[in-house]
T-cell receptor, first 114, second 114 residues
Framework: DAMVIQNPRYQVTQFGKPVTLSCSQT?????MYWYQQKSSQAPKLLFHYYDKDFNNEADTPDNFQSRRPNTSFCFLDIRSPGLGDTAMYLC?????????????FGPGTRLTVL | AQSVTQLDSHVSVSEGTPVLLRCNYSSSYSPSLFWYVQHPNKGLQLLLK??????LVKGINGFEAEFKKSETSFHLTKPSAHMSDAAEYFC????????????FGAGTQVVVTP
């Protein structure tokens, strides 16, 4: 089945210790997104890639970066995690960026910063 | 500009009774509207979407929603709740004809009692 896969599903890191979250997709979609979802809140878009074009949301902290080495993979790097970065991180994909295009979400990585 | 208001933060229903989750939207553009469901510690799963075709949209797992432009509403219904419907539900709006990030409602937590 075509899908969006995230690894790891759970990650615990220490304050200030860099961490990388991984997302892969078998849908061959052009667009990949990273969202942050804190407890009992809606997801918040951090950035997205349209092919190799990177688009950062204005309020995404500089601490958060992303890489997309090929169509299938996208990584979220948190350079110096703070306690406030504890959250679920969701990867999503869509075929294109038009409003009618559905975004398909992965299962998420739950990150805990101690 | 666009926004979404989910009118109930929590809904409790008995198994076998109807479910109604209310959503009102505001959009300067012709909107695409989505309902996503999120089970605990899982990603978001698309239930259904409206993209200016039929106003009554049928989704997965017996859910359906009706787009009412005059009321700017997109309420989600299911005739008979199942225990597995216990989850968080998000109403989402996006402009149909151009790039626009998903605008999420605050979510409705559904509890199903035996």
């Amino acid at each position: 089945d075509a899908m969006v896969i995230q690894n790891p599903r759970y990650q615990v890191t220490q304050f200030g210790k860099p961490v990388t979250l991984s997302c892969s997709q078998t849908l061959n979609h052009n667009v990949m997104y990273w969202y942050q979802q804190k407890s009992s809140q809606a997801p918040k878009l951090l950035f997205h890639y349209y092919d190799k074009d990177f688009n950062n949301e204005a309020d995404t902290p500089d601490n958060f970066q992303s890489r997309r080495p090929n169509t299938s993979f996208c990584f979220l790097d948190i350079r110096s995690p703070g306690l406030g970065d504890t959250a679920m991180y969701l990867c999503a994909t869509s075929r294109a960026i038009q409003g009618t295009d559905t975004q398909y979400f992965g299962p998420g990585t739950r990150l805990t910063v101690l | 500009a666009q926004s979404v208001t989910q009118l109930d933060s929590h809904v409790s229903v008995s198994e076998g009774t109807p479910v109604l989750l209310r959503c009102n939207y505001s959009s300067s553009y012709s909107p695409s509207l989505f309902w996503y469901v999120q089970h605990p510690n899982k990603g978001l799963q698309l239930l259904l979407k409206y993209t200016s075709a039929a106003t009554l949209v049928k989704g997965i797992n017996g859910f359906e929603a009706e787009f009412k432009k005059s009321e700017t509403s997109f309420h989600l219904t299911k005739p008979s709740a199942h225990m597995s419907d216990a989850a968080e539900y998000f109403c989402v709006v996006r402009p149909t004809d151009s790039w626009g990030k998903l605008q999420f409602g605050a979510g409705t937590q559904v509890v199903v009692t035996p």
